[in-house]
T-cell receptor
Framework: KAGVTQTPRYLIKTRGQQVTLSCSPI?????VSWYQQTPGQGLQFLFE???????NKGNFPGRFSGRQFSNSRSEMNVSTLELGDSALYLC??????????????FGPGTRLLVL | GQNIDQPTEMTATEGAIVQINCTYQ??????LFWYQQHAGEAPTFLSY??LDGLEEKGRFSSFLSRSKGYSYLLLKELQMKDSASYLC??????????WGAGTKLIIKP
């Protein structure tokens, strides 16, 4: 079974631009969560999508948005990029049943550098 | 607020045993996860605890005390490849994962 894939793997943008990142979950997984990871900050939860609907949302500004398609693939968009948005963006998929044992499986991440 | 605390960095010797602690304060509890993350790679699942006690999986064991809001990950017979960050995460009452900042484990020969 193929794992979680993310594209692109690396990205360089300048302040003010916008960016779209893509995530394809494991086949059969209906939940996709997005995280931002910076050194020393750990994983910061952005949002979770399940069946094309945002189910949970973290404490990020409205510049961060996402969506999920009918095939469970998900995209996240960051508009008006700031230097502080430089980070590793990780996508994780799971079945989406919402039970405690359910495990998230992570993609390799997209490393975004904002200049 | 919700909070998970782990030591920032630990150093251990190859072949030895190391214990990585995690304390948490969350709105509800639906399980605690440990993940391993090698530098530049994605986190990978190690263990899950929802009941008090010790879960053993090969060289790795994870312990949970819900009354104390405390868990630890025990790594035995350390190998150089165990050098990585170890992330503790708790599922809260909304089944949302709350993550610690991770513990960077350095293994020395």
């Amino acid at each position: 079974k193929a794992g979680v894939t993310q594209t692109p793997r690396y990205l360089i943008k300048t302040r003010g631009q916008q960016v779209t990142l893509s995530c394809s979950p494991i086949s059969g997984h209906r939940s996709v969560s997005w995280y931002q990871q910076t050194p020393g900050q750990g994983l910061q939860f952005l949002f979770e999508y399940f069946s094309e609907t945002q189910r949970n949302k973290g404490n990020f500004p409205g510049r961060f948005s996402g969506r999920q398609f009918s095939n469970s693939r998900s995209e996240m968009n960051v508009s008006t990029l700031e230097l502080g948005d430089s980070a590793l963006y990780l996508c994780a998929s799971s079945l989406g049943a919402g039970v405690g044992l359910e495990t998230q499986y992570f993609g390799p991440g997209t490393r975004l550098l904002v200049l | 607020g919700q909070n998970i605390d782990q030591p920032t960095e630990m150093t251990a010797t190859e072949g030895a045993i190391v214990q990585i602690n995690c304390t948490y304060q969350t709105s509800g509890f639906n399980g605690l996860f440990w993940y391993q993350q090698h530098a530049g790679e994605a986190p990978t699942f190690l263990s899950y605890n929802v009941l008090d006690g010790l879960e053993e999986k090969g060289r790795f064991s994870s312990f949970l005390s819900r009354s104390k809001g405390y868990s630890y990950l025990l790594l035995k017979e350390l190998q150089m490849k165990d050098s990585a960050s170890y992330l503790c995460a708790v599922k809260d009452s909304n089944y949302q994962l709350i993550w610690g900042a991770g513990t960077k484990l350095i293994i020395k020969p």
